[in-house]
């Protein structure tokens, strides 16, 4: 069964620094992998996806992943963190179980960006 | 633009109530998904429709029914409310091509059973 893990239940990140919210998968065959973030009280919303081609991956807000294919690894990164970036994270892997798209969700990852 | 619209956003029921969550896509979707979302479990997907008239069961279906009538609605039932069904429900929607794999999703709705 396709699956993602998200090893850390937050994160913590002064302003200005680099951030990296990790993500592990576990598929058969080519994965299908995505970063999406929730910020309070609203719906998820779409950041990145991977398909295939370049391991890095660029999104919305500054955001980029890198897929690492030899540590089935997605993550999610920004160089320079800002504290309207603090939400909750969310990396997802397709699923096509009976021939339709769906997606795998992780238990998700909070990011918290000190002034 | 609405995108994916979701009636109501919060509801209190007592043990054994019925209602129905409603959630409308104005994108032309073929796809519509209904997850749940719990403290420290992620989003779960409950059940999903890949057009009007189809339903399918996600991982945690049990006690919920669905239906699509109309391509642009997708509702979401729970016959006889239970604790365990305390939870924000999400529904999403997505279409067939181009944008693979990208979920639109509603605002969430709140739900409470006594």
């Known amino acids: 069964a396709q699956s993602v893990a998200q090893p850390e239940d937050q994160v913590n990140v002064a302003e200005g620094n680099p951030l990296t919210v990790k993500c592990t998968y576990s598929v058969s065959g080519n994965p299908y992998l995505f970063w999406y973030v929730q910020y309070p009280n609203r719906g998820l919303q779409f950041l990145l996806k991977y398909i295939t081609g370049d391991n890095l991956v660029k999104g919305s807000y500054g955001f980029e992943a890198e897929f690492n294919k030899s540590q089935t690894s997605f993550h999610l990164k920004k160089p320079s963190a800002l504290v309207s970036d603090s939400a909750l994270y969310f990396c997802a892997v397709r699923d096509m179980k009976g021939g339709y798209n769906k997606l795998i969700f992780g238990a998700g990852t909070r990011l918290a960006v000190h002034p | 633009n609405a995108g994916v619209t979701q009636t109501p956003k919060f509801r209190v029921l007592k043990t054994g109530q019925s209602m129905t969550l409603l959630c409308a896509q104005d994108?032309?979707?073929?796809?519509m998904y209904w997850y749940r979302q719990d403290p420290g479990m992620g989003l779960r997907l409950i059940h999903y429709s890949v057009g009007e008239g189809t339903t399918a069961k996600g991982e945690v279906p049990d006690g919920y029914n669905v239906s699509r009538l109309k391509k642009q609605n997708f509702l979401l039932g729970l016959e006889s409310a239970a604790p365990s069904q305390t939870s924000v429900y999400f529904c999403?929607?997505?279409?067939?091509?181009?944008?693979?794999?990208?979920?639109?999703f509603g605002e969430g709705s709140r739900l409470t059973v006594l």
């Open positions: 994108m032309n979707h073929e796809y």
């Open positions: 999403a929607s997505s279409g067939t091509s181009g944008r693979v794999g990208e979920l639109f």
